[in-house]
């Protein structure tokens, strides 16, 4: 059985990428869940690695921190091909 994506390294680093853009934009967790609709704690949660992102709310979170479809899939298989 292959383990969940959600405990592999490029998960990990995706997800520290996406922290890493939130916070270049001077956002707090609490003002980009606002733009998104979402708890705080789900953005917690992803940030921490406790909760997966579905392709919509992906889509939806890297377009709140300013990137296009195309670039957010990019940095999904980018950081899957260097881990």
Same mark, same amino acid.
């Given at each position: 059985m ?23 934009a001077?956002?707090?967790?609490s003002? =980009? ?5 979402? @708890?705080?704690q789900?953005?917690?949660?992803v ?5 997966? =992102?579905d392709v ?5 979170l ?6 296009? @479809?195309?670039?957010?899939i990019y ?9």
């Amino acid at each position: 059985m292959a383990a969940k994506t959600i405990y592999t390294a490029a998960h990990r680093k995706l997800v520290a990428r996406l922290r890493a853009l939130r916070e270049d934009a001077g956002l707090s967790q609490s003002d =980009l869940a606002k733009v998104l609709g979402w @708890p705080q704690q789900r953005l917690s949660a992803v940030e921490a690695g406790a909760r997966r =992102l579905d392709v919509i709310e992906f889509l939806s979170l890297t377009e709140a921190l300013g990137l296009t @479809p195309e670039q957010a899939i990019y940095l999904a298989v980018s950081r899957q091909r260097s881990a």
